[in-house]
């Protein structure tokens, strides 16, 4: 199996619910590594060049007001097909319809406050990464 980076992102609601020591702790357990890692707060226009790819979609304007209302933690994680490993530990987008035990399903409140964020594809991925992290941080 490839050995993959994904860039994860703790959002503004789980951050704001002290939840962030909890996903940490799970992404550890599940023999993920971290390779960076950084608390910040996304302006609106940050949100948006980050989400860019939704700008079409309906939610778009309360999703980008969300992202950028609080802290988030961004992160590059690592490791043997982690971006699939990181997207099964977070479960569906709609927390209702995520599979029980994952972080969406146990802390998700809506599909828009979903505790966090995933790349979905190695070309993703390396546009997340590179939005968030200079090539010093990792
Ligand atoms: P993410 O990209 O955050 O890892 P995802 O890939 O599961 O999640 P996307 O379809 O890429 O989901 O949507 C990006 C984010 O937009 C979702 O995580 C969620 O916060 C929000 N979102 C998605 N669909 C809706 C919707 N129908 N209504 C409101 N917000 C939505
Ligand atoms: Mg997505």
Redesign the pocket.
Request: net charge neutral; no cysteine; aromatic share 12%.
């Given at each position: 199996m490839p050995v993959e980076r994904t860039l994860a992102?703790i959002?503004p609601d789980a951050v704001r619910r002290n939840l962030t020591g909890e996903i940490l702790s799970r992404i550890h357990q599940a023999g993920l590594q971290i390779v960076a890692i950084k608390s910040l707060r996304l302006s609106r226009a940050e949100a948006e060049g980050f989400?860019a790819?939704?700008r079409e979609?309906?939610?778009f304007n309360?999703?980008t007001e969300?992202m950028s209302s609080g802290k988030v933690v961004v992160m590059v994680l690592e490791g043997e097909n982690a971006i699939l490993r990181w997207?099964e530990l977070?479960g569906?987008?709609?927390p209702a319809q995520a599979a029980p035990g994952t972080i969406r399903r146990e802390f998700g409140t809506?599909?828009?406050?979903?505790c966090?964020?995933?790349?979905?594809a190695p070309e993703t991925a390396a546009f997340e990464v590179s939005y968030f992290f200079a090539a010093y941080e990792l």
């Open positions: 992102i959002k989400y790819v939704h979609r309906p939610f309360d999703l969300f997207r977070m569906a987008t709609d809506s599909i828009q406050n979903n966090t964020h995933g790349s979905d």
